[in-house]
């Protein structure tokens, strides 16, 4: 069973999200917030899986209270809201989010999106690529203390890493590599033991502040779509 806290300042909104999350078989609310003070504290008391945080609250903005959510550990936070604009996004990634989705989108989509969280995947809205945290990483230097977290990672690792942060999934990365999907996940699981990493959403924004993949080179994806136009 996964537990989801719910947290929007709207009753109506929180009451429809809960009602949705709770007519599935697998998911299961166990708390609702109204605010972002109340959303820190209820994720420390009740633990949930999944935290759907809206980004606009009183006392406390969903962005810092991903924060603090995150930086306790233990809960994943999906940011909704109805705002499809880039600081957000990025800053609710840098903050520790796990996905960001728009309130307007599917229901299926909201219902995939938190068992795709809970899973350890990473989540981006539709509309969110990974073009987004290639414009924003050109902005700032190379990190060098994420740098230095690389060296902690095998060659191999270094090359998951970087397709992990192409956007490929594990089936993917092994075609790309010629192993095994379980190897695969393998080598996932120690790069993100090895560099505290919670999911491929923290994955991807190292990859890129750590230089290890520089903004505007091509997807392995769209090297071979080339290719085959070629």
């Known amino acids: 069973m996964i537990t989801v806290l719910v ?18 078989p697998d998911l299961q609310v166990v708390g609702e917030a109204a605010d972002g003070l109340e959303a820190v504290t209820a994720a420390r008391d ?12 009183p006392h406390l903005d969903g962005l810092e209270a991903t924060r603090r959510i995150a930086g306790a550990g233990g809960s994943k936070v999906l940011i909704l809201t109805t705002f499809d604009i880039d600081d957000y996004v990025y800053a609710a990634l840098r903050g520790g989010a796990s996905g960001f989705l728009l309130k ?3 229901p299926a989509d909201l219902i995939t999106a938190v068992r795709v969280i809970a899973a350890g995947e990473a989540l981006l809205a539709p509309s969110v ?20 977290r690389l060296n902690a990672l095998t060659p191999r690792e270094l090359d998951v890493l970087r397709l992990v942060a192409a956007g490929l999934a594990n089936a993917e990365i092994a075609g790309e590599l010629t192993i ?6 393998s080598h996932v699981g120690r790069i993100f033991t090895k560099l505290g990493l ?5 994955a991807v924004m190292l990859a890129y502040e750590s230089g290890l993949v520089v903004p505007g080179n091509p997807s392995p994806a769209a090297r071979r779509d080339s290719r085959l136009r070629s």
């Open 198 to 202: 919670r999911d491929r959403a923290q």
């Open 46 to 57: 009740l633990r949930p899986d999944v935290v759907l945080m809206d980004v606009r609250m």
């Open 7 to 24: 947290a929007d300042d709207q009753a109506m909104i929180r009451a429809g999200f809960a009602a949705l999350i709770s007519a599935q």
């Open 104 to 106: 307007d989108a599917p």
């Open 129 to 148: 690529t990974r073009r987004l945290i290639e414009e924003f990483a050109t902005r700032q230097p190379i990190d060098e203390r994420e740098a230095l």
């Open 180 to 185: 095994a999907e379980e190897t695969v996940k």
